[in-house]
């Protein structure tokens, strides 16, 4: 059965940095991309950004997050990274981790509240 769990979200104030994690159980994470997701109130989820599986290793980022954030990966840890710089208010949403099997992203967290106030 895999497993993602999120954890580092919390009440920031504009300007601040989180690191967000995600441990993976039941899937090898450098075999497959991860993708860092976000859904604020009242709009619809988007991709935040996107890590290919290890041996490709390339990045998306949102134009809404790129130059702030750095999706990376930990393999020994079997663990995906969000880093987030210079939070603005408009990063307030729910973030969820997911990996993507084959076309399609399968597998997904529970997710972890950022809030930015200004």
């Known amino acids: 059965q895999v497993q993602l769990v999120e954890s580092g979200g919390g009440s920031v104030q504009a300007g601040d940095s989180l690191r967000l994690s995600c441990v993976a159980s039941g899937r090898t994470l450098s075999y497959y991309g991860v993708g860092w997701f976000r859904q604020a109130p009242g709009k619809e989820r988007e991709l935040a950004a996107h890590l290919d599986r290890s041996d490709v290793d390339t990045t998306y980022y949102a134009d809404s997050v790129k130059g702030r954030f750095t999706i990376s990966r930990d393999n020994a840890k079997n663990t995906a990274y969000l880093q987030m710089n210079s939070l603005k208010p408009e990063d307030t949403a729910v973030y969820y981790c997911?990996?993507?099997?084959?076309?399609?992203?399968?597998?997904w967290g529970q997710g972890t509240q950022v809030t930015v106030s200004s």
């Open positions: 997911a990996v993507k099997v084959g076309s399609k992203y399968k597998d």
